[in-house]
């Protein structure tokens, strides 16, 4: 199954990249792709216990099992004022 991942803000920097994609294989849980993601952009991990990810638009716990063509987000801490 493929899944494509968001990169957004300071994260995208980080990664260089705004977008990449990923063959997992089947029941792959999105804690797999998590660990998967900072594997291959270790720039990430020093922001790996802030980060949010979401599934399709929503937050997701890492235990949320992937399908085909989902969308995750990789999303940093919001301040706002």
């Known amino acids: ?28 849980i999105l804690g797999d ?3 998967r993601i900072l594997d291959d952009f270790p720039a990430l991990k020093e ?11 929503e937050y997701s716990r890492m235990d949320r099992p992937l399908s085909d063509g989902d969308t995750v987000a990789l999303i940093p801490p919001v301040s706002g004022g």
């Open 33 to 35: 792709l998590h660990r």
């Open 47 to 57: 922001m790996k216990g802030a980060v949010r990810l979401a599934v399709n638009e």
């Open 1 to 28: 199954m493929r899944v494509r991942i968001l990169f957004f803000a300071g994260l995208r920097d980080l990664a260089g990249k705004r977008e990449w994609e990923y063959d997992l294989t089947e029941k792959s």
